[in-house]
Structure formats: structure tokens, C-alpha cells
């Protein structure tokens, strides 16, 4: 094994600082403060499991996504928030900003729950053009369609849902209830119509509006000159839906040029199921097709009873929801984002003061795979620029014959991205193990099966799993090898494994809780040798 040892020298004093500073964090040390850290690192509870890369709130419940829109310069995240406690409930929208997608600033409450409503999911446009009347031409204002669900006393059926619509003239500061709410409903109401996604249709000249009949698998979609005054378009639904019992969420109809080229432009129906995933539980799995302005049509679906990994989905791992596209967004980037957990045991979840946090952020494009449009993922050049500033190590080669090998010291951390290739060869199975303990015991598994052609995540031995019976232990996608190769980047965070495949063909997200020393990377091949190349280590922890 040959190691580029460049820059060694910095790695180890950066890490050790840094190490040093956490461990006072962890104690609670008066120093720590004086020091400068985040408050978040100075907080009883479990420091040790405080995202770095990936937003949460300082405290409290945090679940689905919100209101993803971008504006001068600044991304606005809304969410799913409990201001009350650590569990769901009080449902209200949370709201950070960003200028670059990774560094959160936590903002405060944007829509609180009241005496007659919560508020659940919705999103967020720039009234460029002030069709709402609502601001004016020289302050355009932020409108937010947001799905209220009533309350006793409310004039309004307990626990019936319906569209209603709030406003920004501010540029985000306060947010203003519409005094005619709601501004859609069903007749009768219904307690699972919610989640309403707004776009400007350019091509209609019109706002294009995406809500959900959760329990009866029904996306609706609907049309508006002034985001106010609603008109119903069409339904989106298949026959014989083979997971019955589940919950269709959170919808978003965008469109992709297919391969670069804007004159093959595709439409892309995404639509969040709970249960059912291609992992268990939560998952977000999405539709390419035409819309014709009023309909939206798949090109194909899997046939009536087919196994979950006939769908596509967007993401093969337990802990992708909710996912949803960021509106008015520059040079017409799309750039989805997801909630980082599973509701088959988000609630048991162990840390605290809060309990949520988001995946990385993703540009989506839709490639021809195997014959098929298939959208692919990558994290966005803000993140791609913290790589490329971070402190490297880089292992050209690694030959290993039915065993396991640790990386050097040098490469330990417990925030990182790891990049390599994999030549699994004669081996049975070939992958690397992250955060791991130093005896072996601990760590999450990232292998290639050579015989059943997938990629899976094991983290059955990852760290904390008792905290819920439902924290499922593997997630496989079937991904067939290119040229006997296979390239990957993992995101290693402080709660959180994400992996990216074949350049975004392919990408598994799970939480993982694994103790603070289990910062270590081995590479093992199983019955058989294998080769691994290119590998590239960088501690994200120093240069964020």
C-alpha cells in the first residue's frame, strides 16, 4: 500500500484541536464556551450525535420538509416543527436559512400552531409578478400554500384538512395569514388532504398546484392565475396499487431536460409513501413521464402486485422522506432536499434536546440508464467545494486476498467524504467498514455482492440499535457493475452514512448512532481478492 503523506503534519494538528475541543464540548467545560464553539456543541444530551453537514434544529422535534424556496441570494428551509417539545406534535413551521446549502442558521418560528389549526407541509414561490395582489410590483411578496388542519372550535370538522395560504412582504422576516383561508378544500372536507407543492407553469402561464388524497393514493392537481382562486385539473393515480394500507405525501411535479437536452424534456412525478419503502417504512419513490398542462402521465409503472424494488426510488435506505425541490432556484438547478428519518421509529430515535435532521442536499438530473430515464444525485457544488478545501488523504491502491486491512491513522474521523473505486474481482464480497471501533466490533459495512449484483449497507452493528425493534439492520440496491468497477462516495457524518454510487445512480441513507471513538476505515474482501483504487480521504470537520 502506498500513502501520499502531503500535508500530514496539518491533518494531525487540525484533529487533534479539534478533538481536544470536542472532548471539553462532551464535558460540559466552561473552556469550551470560552473557546467559541457552537452552542450546539456545548449542550447536555447527545453532542456526539450533532450533525455537522446536516441541518437540525437546536432543540425539538423536527420532521418533513416545508416552504423550499430560494431568494436574494439565501435558501430558505421550512419544516415540520414542535416548538413544545421532543416528539411530535404542535405541528408549527420551523425555518432556517443558508447561503451555500450547508451552513443552517436557525431562524425563528415562521407559522406557529393556533387555537384553531396546525401547520402541516406545504411550499413557498416568489410572487415575482404580484398575481396574488398581495404585495406590489416593487415588493413582490412570498407566498406559502400550507395545508391548516382544525381544530375544535375551529368552524371546521376537528381534524379535517384543507389548503390555506400565508404571506411574506418582508423578505421572510414575519408571515401573515391569508384573512379569507382556506383557499381549497374538498366538499365534503377530508382529514387526509394536505401537502400542496406550487410551481409557475411557464408554458400554461399559470401556477401549478400538486396536493395529495393521502389514504386513497390520489395526487390532485390544480390551477391558478393569482394563487388564490384554485381550478381543478386532474387526478394522477394507478390501479391496483400494490401497497395498500400505505399513505401517498408531500408530491412535486418538476421537469428535466433527459441527458442534457433541453428539446427531450421529461416530467418527474415524486410522491413520498409511508409504509411501504423499498426499505421499510418511509421512502420517496417518483414516476417519469409527459404533463400536458392539465395531466400527468407515467411512461411506465411496475405491473399490479410487483416487489418494491420493481418501482424507482429515490433513495434505497431507511431514512429518506419527505423529499421535496427547492423553488426558484438559479441557472434551473434542481435541488431536492429530504427529512433523515424513518416513522417506523423516528419517535425513538435517542437524541436530544432535538429529535430530526435533514439529508444533504441534492441536484437531480435524469439520465438514460440501461434504457430507462432514471434520475441521478449528486451533493451540490457547495458541498463538492468543502471537499476540495478539505485536508486528503489519498491511497492509490489496495490489493487484499480474503481479509481486512485498517486504513493508516491518519485517514480516522468521524465527519468525511470517502471516495474509491471497487474491483471486486474473485471476491465474494468487497466494501469498506466506517466508523469503526477499535476492536473490530462496531462499525457500519458498505460492500458490493459480486454473485447477486448489489450494494448494501449493513449497520447492523453501527453503534446504538436497540432504541426501536423497526431500525432495520440492511438495505440493498441491485446495481450491476460497470466495466467490473464501481465507484463510490460516502458522506460520513456524525449520525449519518450516505452513499452515492455510479456517480448518483444509485444512493442508500441511513441513520447510524455509533459512540465517538468509532472513527476508524478498514477495507476487507470476502472469499476472493479485490482491488481497490483511488481512494481519497477528506476530514470534512476541519474546513467547514
Known sequence: MTVNWAGVPEVWRGRFLAALAFAFAICGSSAAAENGLPKSMRESGTPQWRSLLHYTPQRNWMNDLNGL????????????????GNVWGNMSWGHATSRNLIDWTEQPVALAANRSEEVFSGSVVVDSHNTSG????????????????????????????????????????TWRRYAHNPVLTLNPESSHFRDPKVSWYARGGYWLMCAVVADVHVVKLYRSSNLIDWTFLSDFTLPDIPHHGALWEIPDLVSLPLDGNPAKEKWVMIVNVNPWSIAGGSGAM?????????????????PAGS???????????????????FSNVPDRKTVAIGWMGNWDYANDVPTSPWRGAMALPRELALETVAGRPQLVFVPTESY?????????????QVGLESSTQALPAVTRGVVQNIELTIEPGGAHRAGLVVRGSA???TGTRIFYDSEAQTLTIDRSHAGETSFSPAYSPQHIVNLPLHDGRLHLRVVVDRASVEVFAEHGQAVITDLILPALEDDRISLFAESGGATFRDIAVSDLSLAH
Open 69 to 84: 424556496v430560494y431568494y436574494r441570494g439565501i435558501y430558505h428551509l421550512f419544516y415540520q416543527y414542535n416548538p413544545e
Open 134 to 173: 398581495l404585495g406590489t410590483a416593487a415588493v413582490p411578496p412570498l407566498v406559502a400554500l400550507y395545508t391548516s388542519v382544525y381544530k375544535t372550535g375551529s368552524g371546521h370538522e376537528p381534524g379535517g384538512q384543507a389548503q390555506s395560504l400565508a404571506y411574506s412582504t418582508d423578505e421572510d422576516k
Open 286 to 302: 417518483y414516476f417519469v413521464g409527459r404533463f400536458d398542462g392539465t395531466r400527468f402521465v407515467p411512461d411506465e409503472v411496475a
Open 307 to 325: 416487489d418494491a424494488s420493481r418501482w424507482q426510488w429515490l433513495d434505497h435506505g431507511a431514512d429518506y422522506y419527505a423529499a421535496g425541490t
Open 384 to 396: 463538492a467545494s468543502l471537499v476540495g478545501r478539505s485536508p486528503t488523504t489519498r491511497i492509490a
Open 439 to 441: 476492536d473490530g466490533t
